[in-house]
């Protein structure tokens, strides 16, 4: 099992940039292939982007391709998302979680850190 502790979240002006960050806990991280995703208020749990164990290839969702970078640091056990270019409509809890199986069935997940983009 592993324990995710997302950070990095706050508010910013449209056309600024955060980097999230998410933290796991234990010796297994490079098992897992880790992804971020958002809610915004009132809507459902969209994926943002997705790494791979090794950190070689990566997967984002159309909305972001372009403006957001993921990545992963395996010897710090943390895996980044670098939102640039940011809009209000990017408002929303960005979560990270992990793929234990590496069937896009994301089993872990931590609690969220709030991104808020003034207009």
């Known amino acids: 099992q592993v324990q995710l502790v997302e950070s990095g979240g706050g508010l910013v002006q449209a056309g600024g940039s955060l980097r999230l960050a998410c933290a796991a806990s234990?010796?297994?991280?490079?098992?897992?292939?880790m992804g971020w995703f958002r809610q915004a208020p009132g809507k459902e749990r969209d994926f943002v982007a997705a790494?791979?164990?090794?950190?070689?290839?990566?997967y984002y969702a159309d909305s972001v391709k372009g403006r957001f970078t993921i990545s992963r640091d395996n010897a710090k056990n943390t895996v980044y998302l670098q939102m640039n270019s940011l809009k209000p409509e990017d408002t929303a809890v960005y979560y990270c979680?992990?793929?234990?199986?590496?069937?896009?069935?994301?089993?872990?997940w931590g609690q969220g850190t709030q991104v808020t983009v003034s207009s």
């Open positions: 979680a992990a793929d234990r199986d590496s069937d896009y069935v994301f089993d872990y």
């Open positions: 234990g010796r297994t991280f490079t098992t897992y292939r």
């Open positions: 790494i791979s164990r090794s950190g070689g290839s990566t």
